[in-house]
């Protein structure tokens, strides 16, 4: 199994300047939608999701 490009930083190990820039683009796209809510237990991703996609009216309780 091939480990992706944070593993191999957090591992010590050197990037090549293309994977920096698509690293770049990825927070660049992250910082536009206003960010990400990232739902983990210990070491493993659960989910990721945008952090403004929930929308208050559309999940509002009707009482009938």
Excluded: P, W
Aim: include cysteine; charge should be positive.
């Amino acid at each position: 199994m091939q480990l992706g490009c944070y593993e191999r930083f957090k591992a010590g190990e050197e990037l090549q300047v293309e994977e920096i820039r698509g690293l770049i683009k990825s927070l660049k796209k992250i910082l536009s939608k206003g960010g990400i809510v990232v739902v983990s237990e210990g070491d493993s991703l659960i989910t990721t999701y945008n952090l403004d996609s929930f929308n208050r009216k559309k999940n509002k309780i009707r009482h009938v």
